[in-house]
Structures are given as structure tokens and as C-alpha cells.
């Protein structure tokens, strides 16, 4: 395991565990924590065949996911540094979308703004029943920008999204999004690390070319009509069988 100033990567050779750790604060989302985030990512993309992992988890230290955007930073409010804060923050979006490999959110206590926004953007969502989440960026006089409210009307319904982005205040449970179908599993509170841990490891035990074209087929077809879908699936069925799967975003 390395441990930088604000995050924790813990590799096997299999499964990366990246972990938010600013328990003090939530794991507010920092500028610093999105730039070694980005690093990281991008590494991981960047990784020759054979060596990028076969699953990832993401999850927070200290019983809690991530409350979102760090509001406390002296300049949050200074365009040019929340500019600089949106680029890696929209790195981050691209390289999870675009990574080869199964992503895993393990969620425990808070997953706000930029934090379920990142949870959202994971294939599988493991959750403690009573993790709470929610859209406050309306509340500090934002919006969110990194689709969470277009994940949560896939994941949960129009009508979910618009509570959690338009009423104040408003947090829904892990139990309550599983009862909505929008997470994948709800485990007791305090056992989702371990549950997201033994979950990566099934998941990586699939060989390595198809788990690529597996993950690739849900992220590039969901969006789209059945003809269209029915295409995609075509072209990743090909690429499989000949051994070449298709990586691209």
C-alpha cells in the first residue's frame, strides 16, 4: 500500500482499492484529492496490456464515502481555481468511464455531490443500508456537473433525481435506493468494504480480455435504443471472439 497526503491505493495485482482519506472532513473532494485522483487514474490508463488491474474499488476512510466538494478551501469561490478543480474533476469522470476494468463503489456514511456523483459513475454499487446520499450542490449555489442527476434517472427514476436535486436538504438511504433497484447490493452498515473487497475479487477472476468487452458493453449500450444496442453488442461479441476487445469510450 502507498499513501500520499490525501488518498490510499492499495494494489494486489488484481484489484486496486483507492480510498478517499480525509476522514476528518467526510472526504471533502480537495483540489489536492482530485489532482492525485487524476494521477492515479490516468496511470492506470495509461498501463500496458496485461498490467492494468481487473477491478477497481473505490471507497472513503473513516466510515464514510464522500460529502463532495470541499467548501472549506480558502479560494473555493475563486473561479480560476474552481476551474482548475473542474478540469480534474472531469478527468476523473473520463478516466472511470473509459477504464478497461470493473469499478466498484463501496459506500459507508455520506456519498454528496461530487461523492455520489463518483459512486454513480461506478458499474456496481455496494452500500450500508443506511448510507445516506444526496444532490446539495443547489443548497452552496451550484449545480451538479458531472452526471449524477442523468445516472440517477437510469438508476432510479425521474422522480428520485428531482427530490434529491430540488428539496432542500432532502437524503435518501442505501436501503431506499436498493429498494428502487438503483444500487446493486445493501449490506449492514460497516461491512460494505468488505462486502465491495469480496465482490472485486469474484469480478476479477474473469479473464482479463472479457471483463473489457463486458464492461464496455454496459457502459456503451445502456444509453441507447435496442437496434442501436443490438449493434453495439454485435461489434463487442466480435471483437471477443477474435481476441481483440474493443477498449475505446
Do not use: K
Request: proline fraction near 4%.
Amino acid at each position: 500500500m502507498t499513501e500520499a497526503a490525501e488518498l490510499l491505493v492499495e494494489d494486489d495485482g488484481a484489484v486496486v482499492v483507492v480510498t478517499f482519506n480525509r476522514p476528518r472532513v467526510r472526504n471533502a473532494l480537495s483540489t489536492g484529492l482530485l489532482a492525485e485522483l487524476d494521477g492515479v487514474l490516468g496511470g492506470f490508463a495509461g498501463a500496458p496490456a496485461g498490467r492494468a488491474p481487473r477491478a477497481l474499488l473505490l471507497t472513503g476512510a473513516g466510515g464514510t464515502f464522500s460529502s463532495g466538494a470541499d467548501t472549506r478551501e480558502p479560494d473555493w469561490r475563486d473561479l480560476s481555481r474552481r476551474a482548475v478543480r473542474r478540469r480534474h474533476f472531469r478527468s476523473v469522470l473520463a478516466s472511470l468511464h473509459q477504464a478497461p476494468f470493473p469499478l466498484i463503489a463501496a459506500v459507508e456514511g455520506y456519498a454528496l455531490g461530487g461523492g455520489l456523483e463518483f459512486a454513480l459513475a461506478c458499474d456496481l454499487v455496494v452500500t450500508g443500508e443506511n448510507a445516506l446520499f444526496g444532490l446539495p450542490e443547489l443548497e452552496v449555489g451550484a449545480v451538479p456537473g458531472g452526471g449524477a442527476v442523468h445516472s440517477l434517472i437510469r438508476r432510479a427514476g425521474r422522480g428520485t433525481a428531482a427530490r434529491l436535486l430540488l428539496v432542500p436538504g432532502l437524503r435518501v438511504t442505501g436501503a431506499e435506493l436498493g429498494r428502487l433497484g438503483a444500487v446493486e447490493a445493501v449490506v449492514p452498515d460497516g461491512t460494505a468494504l468488505a462486502a465491495g473487497r469480496e465482490l472485486a475479487a469474484r469480478v476479477a477472476g474473469r479473464r482479463a480480455d472479457l471483463l473489457t468487452s463486458g464492461v464496455r458493453l454496459l457502459r456503451d449500450s445502456g444509453h441507447l435504443d435496442r437496434t442501436a444496442a443490438l449493434a453495439v453488442e454485435d461489434g463487442h461479441w466480435w471483437a471477443a471472439a477474435m481476441g481483440r476487445p474493443q477498449t475505446g469510450g
